[in-house]
Nanobody, 117 residues
Framework: QVQFVESGGGLVQPGGSLRLSCEAS????????MDWYRQTPGKQRDMVAS???????TYVESVKGRFTISRDDARNTVFLQMNSLKPEDTAVYYC???????????WGQGTQVTVSP
């Protein structure tokens, strides 16, 4: 059974930092491209950052220089370090595995990030 345990969300003031974690089980984590997506009410879920199995990273323009995605395959965990947070970063953040050898993908349950004074 595939399971993701996300943690690290919460309430933070503008300019603050949070570190999201997503620990996977039930999948071969090392062959996942791992992504972080975010979604606000009434809007589509958009990719924020991505890291391949060989640790190539990509970011949406709005978070470049502020967010860093990383992975620890020994712990089956992907991280998203978020610095200089802005109110527009407020969303539910989801981790996502896209298998690099098949069309299968898997989603975490989401963690709320709220940036507010």
């Amino acid at each position: 059974q595939v399971q993701f345990v996300e943690s690290g969300g919460g309430l933070v003031q503008p300019g603050g930092s949070l570190r999201l974690s997503c620990e996977a089980s039930g999948i071969i984590f090392a062959i996942c491209t791992m992504d972080w997506y975010r979604q606000t009410p009434g809007k589509q879920r958009d990719m924020v950052a991505s890291i391949t199995s060989d640790e190539k990273t990509t970011y949406v323009e709005s978070v470049k220089g502020r967010f860093t995605i990383s992975r620890d395959d020994a712990r089956n965990t992907v991280f998203l370090q978020m610095n200089s947070l802005k109110p527009e970063d407020t969303a539910v953040y989801y981790c996502h595995c896209q298998s690099e050898i098949s069309s299968r993908d898997y989603w975490g349950q989401g963690t709320q990030v709220t940036v507010s004074p």
